[in-house]
């Protein structure tokens, strides 16, 4: 007891030394800078634990900041956590305090109130800098920040367009002569959020999805040198969300939001939409449009022509024509709200839900063979089906290449099908050179499409080409600031690069996004492995493995336990890897990943040779991959990467 009473000493002692030297009001607006950090605004796991400590710190309760009690309030353990037997608290602090040092490095380096989370306390200790560290314009950039409002962000915009309607009526507003905004550093941030469905109708769910993804993709070709926009994924995140103007725009990064309303009037539906300076929190423009629900097709281009002109025209910038726009639409209505519905359920991301999207698509083209969007559509959906081993890779691959093919013979302009097929002919076909090609005509097409800009990073990386990849996943990540997959690949590309503390990093970050991240776990123990921390490579694998029963999943694990010595619970995931593909066979290439970490390597080649008859779509890592480093001295080894058609690093 002496001991734990002494830990409480200290820590209350730090803190009300913390508050004799900087009062509440600065550690509060400290905090806000902080949490509005690049490195904790895209962070909510992080945020959520720095925001209680120090809120508890300030409260005068930092010695009761105890690793059990910081897991259930922070972290929503259960009572019966155990932080002898899980270590989560303690490599999160470890994690918070090298975010919190990163901050003073950086953006922070003038910050005049310093916060830290001493090594053995949960209390925060807050102290000030030196008057000769923090300089005058620092001082009064500070004091120059504006506080945010309290208000949340869908009541403060119906207070206001309820006002504006009052004043002026059902017709368009926009400010006094708005005058064109100069971008910053050559280009705007805008975000799009998605349509609010206040018809009552959950049904229509997917049209609002539809409009959302429609008023993105004009947006995004717009202007995309002067203009960018962020993806789809991460403007999703905000469906029917609760947070400020400001937070979403610091966690997002951009200067504008774009937020639009869906009502149904009789036959009418009416589309409000709101261009919204995020610095002031107030409206660019408001403008209202109503059309017959019986004409979805018109309504959805006209409107989303229509506030993709108004906006870039208020921006004071050029909108260039890309002459793609006639050539996207369905002949008609029914035939677009199957591509619509279609899209919902790919976007669902499950097997079940892509057999439904499979149907829509079908349906689409059956009533209008030469809608070259359906075929796309189609694509994905097969490609998909093939990697969750719903369908065969070699049905489903086939297949999709068949749809892209035919989606660019009736619309070349189409950045989708040429993303499409690129992804199915490098990973299937292992056809290179046409894959880069269709890689870099898609990204020419859409250039601010997070989606071709992640697909092409990675294969770039598995190519050897990682100092073309990273520019590419960085954009993507910038693009897609809230997206897990973002920095999922990123971390992937910096991992194939070697360079593993970065991959580690954005592992981390991937998991603050989303915790039951069961790849991210199960790469990042990957890269512990590298880094010679089998504990804890062990650690984020069976994490990974009691999140998600996905066969990469499952083979890492295997790989990972084997490399760290503990070879026959390593020889039980080949077991759970047949279980699994029950009544078909077990992808051969990660078989072969788990002998590879037995060091077993007679039967590793044996089974990359299976997994190169069949096609294994991740054959082409061999090249780069760490896993394989075991292997590379072998003759097999270059013979195997002849077969992919990817050059050997001893080939002349």
């Not at 507003?173 to 018809?199: D, E």
């Not at 591509?339 to 976007?347: A, I, M, P, S, T």
């Not at 989606?451 to 092409?456: E, F, I, P, V």
């Not at 090249?623 to 480093?629: E, G, L, M, R």
Request: net charge neutral; hydrophobic share 40%.
């Amino acid at each position: 007891m002496a001991g734990v009473d002494r830990v409480k000493s200290e820590a209350n002692t730090g803190a009300h030394q913390g508050r004799r030297m900087v009062d509440d009001a600065a550690v509060e607006e400290t905090l806000r800078r902080i949490l509005a950090s690049s490195g904790f605004a895209n962070s909510p796991r992080m945020s959520r634990f720095l925001s209680f400590v120090v809120d508890e710190t300030v409260a005068g309760r930092g010695g009761d900041l105890k690793e059990y009690v910081v897991g259930l309030r922070v972290f929503d353990k259960p009572e019966s956590f155990n932080p002898a037997v899980d270590p989560t608290v303690r490599v999160e602090a470890s994690k918070l305090r090298s975010k919190l040092a990163r901050y003073y490095e950086l953006e922070g380096q003038h910050e005049p109130v310093v916060v830290e989370i001493p090594k053995g306390h949960y209390a925060a200790r807050f102290s000030l800098r030196p008057r000769s560290e923090v300089s005058d314009a620092d001082k009064v950039e500070h004091a120059a920040l504006p506080s945010p409002t309290h208000v949340p962000r869908r009541a403060a915009l119906t207070l206001a367009f309820a006002a504006l309607i009052t004043a002026v009526g059902y017709t368009a507003y926009v400010r006094s002569v708005p005058r064109p905004i100069t971008p910053t550093n050559g280009r705007i941030m805008l975000a799009v959020l998605p349509f609010q469905n206040l018809t009552g109708d959950p049904e229509q769910e997917y049209l609002c999805d539809g409009l959302t993804e429609e008023m993105i993709a004009q947006m995004s070709a717009a202007n995309p040198a002067h203009l960018g926009i962020i993806s789809r994924t991460s403007a999703m995140h905000y469906k029917s969300t609760t947070k400020r103007v400001d937070e979403i725009g610091r966690e997002l990064g951009v200067q504008y939001l774009l937020e639009t309303s869906l009502r149904r009037i009789g036959s009418q539906l009416r589309i409000t939409t709101q261009l919204i300076d995020v610095r002031s929190q107030s409206h660019v423009w408001v403008e209202q449009y109503e059309r017959s629900a019986d004409n979805l097709l018109a309504m959805q281009h006209e409107v989303a022509a229509a506030v993709t002109g108004r906006t870039v025209a208020v921006l004071g910038l050029g909108h260039e024509d890309r002459g793609s726009a006639t050539k996207r639409q369905a002949r008609n209505s029914v035939v677009y709200e199957h591509y619509l519905r279609g899209r919902y359920h790919l976007n669902k991301d499950s097997g079940e839900e892509l057999r439904r999207a499979q149907q829509h698509f079908q349906q689409a083209i059956t009533l209008d063979p030469s809608y070259a969007l359906a075929y796309s559509g189609l694509a994905d959906t097969y490609a998909l089906l093939g990697s969750y081993d719903v369908v065969p890779i070699s049905e489903s691959h086939e297949l999709g290449r068949q749809a892209a093919l035919k989606a660019l013979e009736l619309d070349d302009s189409l950045a989708e099908a040429h993303r499409s097929l690129a992804g199915i002919i490098g990973d299937h076909y292992w056809q290179w050179a046409d894959a880069d090609q269709h890689y870099r005509r898609a990204i020419e097409l859409a250039p601010n499409d997070a989606s071709t800009l992640r697909s092409y990073a990675f294969y770039l990386a598995y190519t050897g080409r990682p100092l073309e990849a990273l520019p590419l996943a960085e954009q993507a990540r910038r693009l897609d600031p809230v997206s897990p997959n973002a920095r999922l690949t990123l971390g992937s590309v910096l991992y194939l690069a070697r360079r593993f503390d970065d991959a580690v990093h954005e592992f981390e970050e991937t998991l603050d996004l989303d915790q039951n991240a069961a790849m991210a776990r199960a790469l990042l123990g990957l890269t512990y492995i590298s880094k010679g921390m089998p504990d804890r490579a062990v650690t984020e694998a069976q994490t990974a493995r009691a999140l998600s029963t996905r066969a990469d999943v499952v083979a890492f694990r295997g790989y990972i336990l084997a490399r760290a010595g503990r070879g026959r619970e390593a020889q039980t995931a080949i077991d759970d890897l047949n279980r699994l593909a029950r009544p078909r066979n077990p992808s051969p290439f990660l078989v072969a990943l788990i002998y590879t970490g037995l060091e077993d390597n007679d039967r590793a080649f044996e089974w990359l040779g299976k997994a190169a008859d069949t096609r294994a779509w991740e054959m082409p890592t061999l090249k780069v991959s760490p896993v394989f480093d075991g292997l590379r001295l072998d003759s097999r080894f270059d013979a195997l990467l002849n077969r992919v058609g990817l050059p050997s690093d001893r080939d002349p």
